[in-house]
């Protein structure tokens, strides 16, 4: 699990917007760009190529 500091810190790589997690705890997403950052073993794979699109 991300620890609540991590979150605050953490951006969108793409639009630099603000990250909420998902009810999952599985995933960072940015409503701005509409995208789904995963997180695996605890940590947030935050790149833009590897993120998927929401509909």
């Avoid at 790589?13 to 409503?31: I, S």
């Amino acid at each position: 699990m991300i620890r609540q500091e991590l979150l605050e810190i953490l951006a969108c790589p793409k639009c630099k917007g603000e990250l909420r997690l998902t009810p999952e705890q599985d995933g960072l997403v940015c409503d701005r760009c509409r995208l789904l950052y995963e997180i695996r073993d605890d940590i947030p794979i935050m790149l833009i190529d590897e993120a998927r699109k929401l509909d």
